[in-house]
């Protein structure tokens, strides 16, 4: 670990699993860089200070209520926390400002947090930005508004298969639609985080440059600031779990058990969710595969039900035999066990990268936002993942398993991957891309002291 600088940043996560996870790997990352951290954190999902145990966590009570929460409709809540944060934030900021022990030299704040740009304006601090999806995807969100003007949006069922010309090789259907009562939040949203980004003091960013070099050279063609490419951020430091829910470690010696390359490892994240029926397909598709499985089925995960008593009686027998059922997993550790072979994923961008960054092949079933993005570029560009297309149905799901685990196939799409991992490997190597954009990134912070304002000056 470097020395310590005496610099302090100041971090603030938007509450979501996927979202914090990076922003706790970023903190530990500049951490290890020397630098102080405070996480300021929504009583919503508030992280567990015990796992960071040298960062300072600030509450800023959100006032948000427990039905307010419990919406489906993520626009819509998205929208209610930057509305209730920003008064509460503002005050905190100020204060953590004016502390005489170790002054705010930058802020950096999740992109979707439109409302930090006015408030740390004000409030005299420099704020830089993390954007926690991929390049290309952040290049998709910032053409939006003229996606509609083009009518590729809202989808329409005859139009699925059609060429988005601005964006190959995506079809109209892999468009990151999110379901909501409110589109014109949605728009709001998306633009105050493009203008967020365009007012920042730098964006940083989970990637790397051998995976989205044509998004990330477009990217900084098109906004005139300081972009860093520093990831797979998880493999740049050894960070404790953010997880929100306790990770079931028995599935590791589970794990220990199977031959290598030979199990499908199945999750879609903390949000997504699936009906009932699809949920027993799933099941159903586990089962025929005749292959050994590891299922995170976390509460919430099917519309409608907490419970596994739906699960289908053949399914059980499977289960018994060859399958693991967890409600959390460690996937990190999950997928760098030598006995996955196959993930079958939502294509959430961590789960993406976390994927890559092991070299294993992904069977991808996007649900909404960026994941369809993700997906797409996972079977057609990087070539290391195979689409679900079309719906779930058991047969296909059966076939895609053993395609990836059996098959003669699956020789071509895991030495791809194998590829894609070592490229993961080396950018953060010394020299490598991420290293040089990690130190650009620690001495744009620390040139920064000169444009902080007030008693910072002096600490520098
Ligand atoms: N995750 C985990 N255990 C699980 C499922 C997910 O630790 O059982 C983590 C996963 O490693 C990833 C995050 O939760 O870092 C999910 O983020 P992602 O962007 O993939 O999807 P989201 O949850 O935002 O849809």
Known sequence: MNQRNNRRLVLFPVPFQGHINPMLQLAQILHNRGFSI???HTDLNAPDPSSHPHFAFRSIGDGLGQSEVSTSDLVRLMALINARCAAPFEERLREEASSPDTPITCLIV??????TRDVAERAGVRRMVLRTGGATSLRVFARFRLLRERGYLPIEECRLEDPVAEFPPLQVKDLPGINTAEPKQLDQLLSDMIEGLR?????ILNTFEDLEQPALSLLRQEYPIAIFPIGPFHKCSSSSSGSLLAEDQSCISWLDKQAPNSVVYVSFGSIAAVSESEYSEIALGLADSQQPFLWVVRPGSVHGSEALEKLPSCFLAALEERGKIVTWAPQQEVLAHRAVGAFWT?????????SISEGVPMICMPCFSDQKVNARF????????????????????????RKLLVEKEREEVRERAAQLKEKADSCLRQGGSSFRSLDGLANH??????????????SA
């Open 38 to 40: 405070t996480i300021l």
């Open 445 to 458: 912070i620390l040139a920064s002291e000169s444009f902080v304002f007030g008693s910072n000056e002096s």
């Open 346 to 354: 939502h294509n959430g961008w961590n789960s993406t990268l976390e």
């Open 199 to 203: 007012d920042s003091a730098g964006v």
């Open 110 to 115: 999740d992109a979707l947090f439109g409302f």
């Open 378 to 401: 996972v079977s057609d560009v990087w070539r290391v993942g195979l689409h679900l297309n079309n719906g779930l149905e058991r047969r296909k799901i059966a076939e895609a398993i």
